[in-house]
């Protein structure tokens, strides 16, 4: 099992849920679609996945092989940041991106405030019931959690992941990502205005069916 099941064969088998296509996954998973058809073909040629227009896992066992894989490789290798925004989609649970993320996704990573590459958090909203799976499967790839973003000199690393507990979720999707609500997230911009005025003027321009009536305007970059 374990010679079909590199890093990006296990990330596909993580990523997949039935009925899915080869577009999807490498859309969910940001990785070119050639790289995740290859890896599907030696998955169909080893027996762990089918594909008959849609793609479907064999067996649940082979998923839980793929996950203590991509956790083992973790903890040799940090995640990078994007390999960061990935891990989540490989969890059992919803979730959402929140805050400064709902902001940097809805952006389309246009926006980006307040993180540094050696202090980074990633802010997930998440179902009340399920904080707990989600800390433990965090855990597992060695990613510190907490409900407030923690000080860098408290951590060994630069990645953190900042829970926001929900007792449900309102979830959209933009290029793969799950996000809450476009709406939500300009009225936690508004909330926060002085940081995301550009923001706001950037998402203005994105979506044409706003009207934010922004008066900021960024200067052209040479």
Excluded: C
């Amino acid at each position: 099992m374990y010679e079909v099941l590199d890093d990006t064969a296990a990330q596909v088998i993580l990523t997949i849920e039935s009925g899915d296509s080869i577009r999807r996954v490498a859309q969910h998973l940001h990785t070119p679609y050639e790289t995740v058809r290859q890896a599907v073909n030696r998955l169909e040629d080893a027996g762990y996945v089918t594909y008959d227009d849609s793609l479907t896992v064999v067996d649940e066992r082979v998923r839980d092989a793929a996950l203590q894989l991509v956790a083992a490789s973790a903890g040799v290798s940090p995640p990078s940041i994007e390999e960061t925004y990935v891990i989540p989609q490989f969890g059992d649970w919803p979730f959402a991106f929140t805050r400064i993320d709902a902001v940097y996704v809805w952006t389309q990573g246009g926006y980006q405030v307040g993180r540094e590459p050696d202090d980074y958090p990633l802010f997930l909203a998440v179902r009340k019931q399920d904080v707990d799976a989600w800390e433990a499967f965090f855990e597992s790839f060695d990613l510190p959690t907490a409900f407030e973003r923690q000080p860098r000199d408290e951590l060994d690393g630069p990645l953190q992941i900042v829970l926001e507990s929900r007792a449900s979720l309102d979830i959209e999707h933009v290029e793969g990502y799950p996000v809450i609500p476009r709406a939500e997230t300009i009225e936690y911009m508004r909330e926060n205005y002085a940081q995301f005025q550009s923001a706001l003027a950037m998402l203005d321009r994105m979506y044409e069916d706003l009207d934010l009536d922004v008066a900021y305007r960024e200067t052209e970059r040479t």
